[in-house]
């Protein structure tokens, strides 16, 4: 017996672009979801990005085909007639239906979310803007750099001295789509229960103030405003890259226990009275850092991380974007093969959850523009799933 994917009996109405809905949604569908991704005559924006693989004659965005797998595309203008009943068409027999328009759009086309909803009241609507719809900000687009200056983001990133850098992902966009999903799940759960959908709000500043974490206490509780501290951990020490005579290390040295362990291996005194606690070591650290670097500087690197990982201390590797690719944890479980209709087998990074019982993992490769246009209608216009 096929094993059911958690999600199989769910439809989801995709009118989202770029990356933080599409990654919400690709989530779904990754997951079993019937996700139609309904884009304008133009396509997606994201389709035009770089880079591009090309292959057989074909050229295909790998921006666009990072957040689109396991899904199914139509063409609507929405700004004609057509366009718009055939949308409020998908509604009427959807669960889910995601969208990153900014605020105000849609209610100019006649739809509103709030009126999908009302043509379907077990709709799930989920909105991600850049910074909220509420507030004086509310309408201005948000895109990810520009959030993650906003956010703070950017004054977190980089070295000491240096000048503030954006996170090499586009994280805010990835962060708001992983909001975003756990949202719609969490209103298709209260469903359950109250047997009516809901509206879910995200949105890219939202989603980096969310995960400011301890920075963020630190600040509004005790008023400990956060530096550059470059590849140094703010509140652990010894934690960050090390150098050896080859090659940079990096080391989590994250409690006491893993402090005794750590420092006969690199000739450190545990009890000495500077670097006694974690308060101590933190207060010194950019000195804890020049002594451990030059403990290490004629030792090579696989000899000081194998002494670490038999002693159980966290370390390890600064992998290339290519050496992730060629390390056989990564080859096993974490890329997925797609058979894609013009370059052929498509090696993409794999969905990050394993279920248990959710069978195989899906494997469509991300539609091409309205490829799925009289499938999809002719489903949704007879009710099948």
């Not at 995709?14 to 949604?25: E, F, I, K, N, Q």
């Not at 068409?89 to 509103?112: C, F, I, K, M, Q």
């Not at 590849?231 to 402090?259: K, Q």
């Not at 545990?270 to 670097?293: C, F, G, M, P, W």
Request: charged share 25%.
């Amino acid at each position: 017996m096929t094993a059911r994917r958690p999600l199989a009996d769910l439809r989801v109405v995709d009118l989202s672009r770029a990356l933080a809905g599409p990654y919400a949604t690709m989530m779904m569908a990754d997951a079993g979801a019937d996700v139609v991704k309904v884009e304008p005559p133009a396509g997606d924006d994201s389709r035009k990005w770089l880079p591009y693989v090309a292959r057989n004659g074909a050229r295909e965005s790998a921006y666009y085909m990072s957040a689109n797998r396991n899904k199914r595309s139509v063409v609507l203008d929405l700004k004609t007639g057509e366009g718009a009943d055939r949308l409020r068409w998908l509604a009427t027999s959807a669960d889910v239906l995601v969208e990153n328009y900014r605020p105000g759009v849609l209610e100019r086309l006649g739809l509103g979310l709030d009126q999908l909803r009302e043509l379907n009241p077990r709709l799930v609507t989920l909105s991600i803007t850049g910074f909220g719809r509420g507030g004086p900000d509310g309408k201005r687009p948000g895109f990810d750099q520009i959030v993650q200056a906003e956010a703070g983001l950017m004054t977190l990133t980089g070295v000491p001295g240096g000048s503030p850098q954006r996170v090499g992902i586009p994280i805010a966009d990835i962060l708001a789509g992983l909001f975003g999903a756990f949202g719609v799940m969490s209103a298709l759960r209260a469903r359950e229960h109250t047997g009516r959908g809901q509206h879910v709000e995200t949105s890219l500043l939202a989603a980096v103030v969310g995960v400011h974490v301890f920075h963020g206490v630190g600040w509004l509780g005790a008023g400990v405003e956060p530096v550059l501290t470059g590849n140094r951990h703010p509140s652990i020490a010894p934690y960050g890259v090390f150098s050896c005579v080859d090659a940079d290390i990096v080391i989590a040295v994250g409690n006491e226990t893993l402090w005794r362990k750590f420092a006969p291996i690199v000739g450190l005194d545990t009890d000495r009275s500077d670097i006694a606690t974690n308060d101590d070591r933190v207060a010194r650290a950019d000195a804890l850092q020049k002594e451990i670097d030059t403990l290490l500087s004629d030792r090579p690197a696989a000899e000081v991380l194998a002494a670490l990982d038999d002693a159980g201390v966290p370390a390890g590797r600064i992998r290339t974007v290519p050496e992730v690719y060629d390390w056989q944890q990564v080859r096993e479980s974490m890329v997925l093969t797609l058979p894609h209709p013009t370059l052929g087998d498509l090696d993409v990074p794999a969905s990050p959850l394993l279920f248990s019982d959710g069978g195989d993992p899906r494997r469509e490769a991300p539609p091409a523009l309205g490829a799925d246009q009289t499938d999809v209608f002719a489903e949704y216009a007879g009710g099948g799933r």
